[in-house]
């Protein structure tokens, strides 16, 4: 699966963004996927994800990020709003395959495929 993110830019505290991942080669609707992300100097964290059937959100973002799927583009997307300058990272999308378990999909294991990322940056 060859995953590529878009959708990144420059918002202000308080604004909204959408990020998007679109797969090729595969049905990402047959694939859990995961939003990730990285500030500098810190280590990759899990933002989002949707394993078909659950979706699960990181405490920081949980009532401001929405994963969502739109099957007929083969894409995920995820909505930002009330952003803070603290979800200022490089944001990656991620694939995996196989049953894991709810925790399991919030680990970086848990994924084989990934994005090249997209950089949000928030401005106080």
């Known amino acids: 699966v060859q995953l590529q993110a878009f959708g990144g830019g420059l918002v202000q505290a308080g604004g909204s963004l959408r990020l998007s991942c679109t797969a090729s080669?595969?049905?990402?609707?047959?694939?859990?996927a995961a939003w990730f992300r990285q500030a500098p100097g810190k280590e990759r964290e899990f933002v989002a994800s949707?394993?078909?059937?659950?979706?699960y959100y990181a405490d920081a973002v949980k009532g401001r990020f929405t994963i969502s799927r739109d099957i007929a583009k083969n894409t995920v997307l995820l909505q930002m709003n009330s952003l803070k300058p603290e979800d200022t990272a490089v944001y990656f999308c991620?694939?995996?395959?196989?049953?894991?378990?709810?925790?399991?999909?919030?680990?970086?294991?848990?994924?084989?495929?990934w994005g090249q990322g997209t950089q949000v940056t928030v401005s106080s």
């Open positions: 949707d394993d078909t059937s659950t979706t």
């Open positions: 080669g595969r049905t990402f609707s047959n694939y859990r």
């Open positions: 991620a694939a995996g395959g196989g049953w894991v378990s709810g925790l399991a999909s919030t680990k970086r294991y848990a994924y084989a495929f």
